[in-house]
């Protein structure tokens, strides 16, 4: 975040690719020489450990130096302040694992397997809005600042879903060849999860950009607010989908999350907008 915030995008990416390679080359290894699940969890620890260890070698070489104090009271301010949105994860957390909790135990785990493989390939995809949001957000925030036309800072909240359209019909259309290396001799399900599940993508995109910009505009205690009211209604839902229609209200409860932050992130965006257009013209 910090190094987003001053606008080093470049370290910041490198970092990320560095521990993500080296995880994945860990992970590789491990599994290769069967060397059983509590191996496999450590080298997963290796991306986290390795990016936070550059990130703060990088802030401490190139912007300022860096030390630990522990406050505990400082330290509960700061969680007070927080509350909203981390009851908001907490709940959002929550919703976010239904799907593995209820799916093997109303489809059974043949299923499960097949829509976790499905469903995994296009989590990993959030990678893409998420860094088009991420190279988008200085952009909004000095186009709130400066008072430039609503519209370019619609531009930007969309751009990220533009992006991710094309991605996911790709993936689309490649769902059956996928689903036949993962699973040579049953991949009907797996194909069905992937098309179903890959415009999750285009929804977080949508989702993530008109959020980026409602914090460019300073209104995200508000949204965290609404978010955890849609994280509420998620978790009720999913649970419902998942017992009535078993892998597709699976994947329907994936696309419900994220259609739900987008529907209510977007009029809130639209009201941003009106009233800074009503103080511009005031101003005027």
Known sequence: DLLQAVERLPALACINMVAGLLLTAASVVVTYMELGVPALCAAYLI????????????????????????????????????????????????????????????????????????????????????????????????????????????????????FCVPAALCVYFLAAAISRILFPDSSAVSTFVIQVTVWWVPLVGLANGLGYALNAAQRERRETALLMTTAIISLICSPILIWQFGVLGACLSLLLRQGLGAVVRLPMFLTTAMRRQGRAGSAA
């Open 47 to 162: 991306g986290p450990i390795l990016s936070g260890s550059l990130s703060l070698l990088f802030v401490k070489r190139q912007l300022f130096p860096v030390s630990f104090h522990l406050s505990v009271r400082r330290s509960i301010e700061l969680l007070w302040e927080a509350r909203v949105m981390g009851s908001q994860v907490f709940v959002g957390t929550l919703a976010n694992q239904a799907e593995n909790l209820l799916v093997p135990m109303v489809s059974g785990m043949a299923n499960y397997g097949q829509f976790a493989a499905g469903s995994l390939l296009v989590r990993r995809l959030d990678v893409l809005p998420d860094a088009l949001c991420t190279a988008f957000y200085p952009l909004m925030v000095r186009a709130y600042q400066r008072q430039e036309p609503d519209s370019s800072l619609l531009r930007l909240a969309l751009l990220p879903v533009m």
